[in-house]
């Protein structure tokens, strides 16, 4: 049972144009949510996240929004630099501590950025 | 600071073996999760580890089992081996308190 969908699979951007990644959750009870970008032969890299309690968070060139009415929630990466190519994954927590730390993660969109 | 670091990098076993996949936690993190990446898939939820215990398991059979020791490192192990245990095994280090989680480079594992 797939609680955080990614439905796009892959996305092309060219150099210095806005990508934008989506994903959509299906569990309410979430209230923290990560984004992570995964580099072939790495592990994930955490890169952003955001609280439920919040619609937008930014760190420089990223923007992550939630939409708790439409449980979805998007990464914005302005402007797009080829280095930013990878997979990128998003992930949700149902809580902090112990019992509650499981990441549930979405299965990547892979994001190109060409010249 | 050190990051997390997973041992070995790649490893190949046959159906029916034993395998145990090992983790260093980053500097000052007190909790260690393993998940398991199919190909094509996002991570999956194995178990989590804080103070040598087990807090929360994924939907993962008896035969996936685990360590935390003293100094926070940890091992994975997972017994009679089957063709579909083929994935990447990532460990991701954390405070107790925090929600984000810092990863590891993985092990690839290949069952025969």
């Known amino acids: 049972d797939q609680q955080v969908k990614q439905n796009s699979p892959s996305l092309s951007v060219q150099e210095g144009r806005i990508s934008i990644l989506n994903c959509d959750y299906t569990?309410?009870?979430?209230?923290?949510f990560l984004w992570y970008k995964k580099y072939p032969a790495e592990g994930p890299t955490f890169l952003i996240s955001?609280?439920?309690?919040?619609d937008k968070n930014e760190d420089g060139r990223f923007t992550v929004f939630l939409n708790k009415s439409a449980k979805h929630l998007s990464l914005h990466i302005v402007p797009s630099q080829p280095g930013d190519s990878a997979v990128y994954f998003c992930a949700a927590s149902l809580g902090r501590g112990s019992t509650l730390g499981r990441l549930y993660f979405g299965r990547g969109t892979q994001l190109t950025v060409w010249p | 600071e050190t990051g997390v670091t997973q041992s070995p990098t790649h490893l190949i076993k046959t159906r029916g073996q034993q395998v145990t996949l090992r983790c260093s936690s980053q500097s000052g993190h007190n909790t260690v999760s393993w998940y398991q990446q199919a190909l094509g898939q996002g991570p999956q939820f194995i178990f989590q580890y804080y103070r040598e215990e087990e807090n929360g398991r994924g939907n993962f059979p008896p035969r996936f089992s685990g360590l935390q020791f003293p100094n926070y490192s940890s091992e994975l192990n997972v017994n009679a081996l089957e063709l579909d245990d083929s994935a990447l095994y990532l460990c991701?280090?954390?405070?107790?308190?925090?929600?984000?989680?810092?990863f590891g480079p993985g092990t690839r594992l290949t069952v025969t």
């Open positions: 955001i609280s439920s309690i919040k």
């Open positions: 991701a280090s954390s405070l107790v308190d925090s929600y984000e989680q810092y």
């Open positions: 569990n309410s009870m979430f209230d923290y």
